[in-house]
């Protein structure tokens, strides 16, 4: 084992650090190789030449993959772990903008570190239905190379008393390798206490209070994105919690064009003209699209037969 890898005072210089590196691979531990780049570019200069090009390099390594066989059993029920793919994503300049920056602290946290700031990885999104918040969530997680994983608001509420707060416990306290953590209707665990009485709103303050502590306590390579519907409800503790709480509305007929548009190329059939006004959200026009597709394809199908 290579010594003395955590002890942050002690310099190397390139010499040492190549050597130590190659001695790294030699013995196949890519941990090891990574904790040796760390302390090297420690001793650089954060506006120096090499510091952000050899910091990028770093950063991109890629995430371990949770893997469900390696988690207790009673957290495998609450939470899916997922490789993210490709698939078609629309983000509008705003949302892409917003990614962006959050790429870019993310990869630049020693800089961040050095200014006395922190990097945002907490991030609510929210806003009505069918316009791909979780789209986006995945989106992010294959950005980043973090392996995605959902938490099933249905599982994790209990109907046992303070059974919701030890499953929110379990989730944080077992989650600690890099990875994107998604929850959906973060309302169903985050309302606004006090507003009811007796045993609910008991309940309702345990989890609050469970989830207050427990975000917090978050690796700070773990990235924490929620959604929610229903913003107004949130306890605004909770919110506050949040570093980014960012509105995904309804698209305007601009954003409903460029979609259409969009995603007639990604399904590669011939483009038609729609009444968008017709429909409040992409989900909506995505059905549509879809059941088009589907009837091109059957009819090129049947002139080939």
Not at 73 to 84: A, P
Request: with cysteine.
């Amino acid at each position: 084992m290579i010594e003395q890898l955590n002890k942050e005072e002690v310099k190397i210089n390139s010499n040492e650090a190549i050597s130590r590196m190659i001695n790294s691979i030699n013995a196949n531990s890519l941990s090891d190789f990574y904790k040796i780049a760390d302390q090297y570019v420690s001793t650089l200069s954060v506006n120096g030449e090499h510091y952000g090009r050899i910091k990028r390099s770093i950063n991109q390594k890629p995430a371990k993959l949770l893997s469900l066989s390696e988690l207790p059993s009673d957290l495998k029920k609450l939470i899916t772990v997922e490789n993210e793919k490709d698939q078609f994503t629309y983000l509008n300049p705003n949302t892409s903008d917003l990614i962006s920056e959050l790429m870019s602290e993310w990869e630049n946290r020693e800089v961040y570190k050095f200014h006395n700031l922190t990097v945002r990885n907490k991030i609510l999104l929210h806003g009505p239905t069918g316009n791909g918040k979780t789209t986006i969530a995945r989106h992010v997680a294959k950005l980043s190379g973090l392996p995605f994983v959902e938490v099933s608001s249905d599982m994790m509420i209990d109907s046992k008393i303070g059974s919701t707060g030890q499953n929110i416990r379990k989730v944080f306290n077992n989650i600690t390798e890099p990875c994107l953590i998604f929850w959906d209707e973060i309302d169903s665990v985050g309302r606004t206490r006090g507003k009811s009485n007796g045993s609910a709103d008991t309940e309702n303050e345990r989890m609050v209070n469970s989830i207050l502590v427990n975000i917090e306590k978050l690796n700070n390579d773990v990235v924490f994105i929620a959604a929610t519907n229903r913003i107004e409800i949130i306890d605004p503790a909770f919110l506050r919690r949040f570093d980014v709480k960012f509105l995904i509305p309804n698209p305007s007929l601009s954003d409903k064009e460029n979609y259409t548009k969009s995603l007639f190329n990604f399904y590669k059939v011939p483009s038609q003209n729609l009444l968008l006004n017709m429909y409040d959200n992409f989900s909506q026009i995505k059905d549509v699209i879809i059941d088009i597709a589907r009837k091109h394809v059957i009819s090129e199908l049947s002139k080939k037969g």
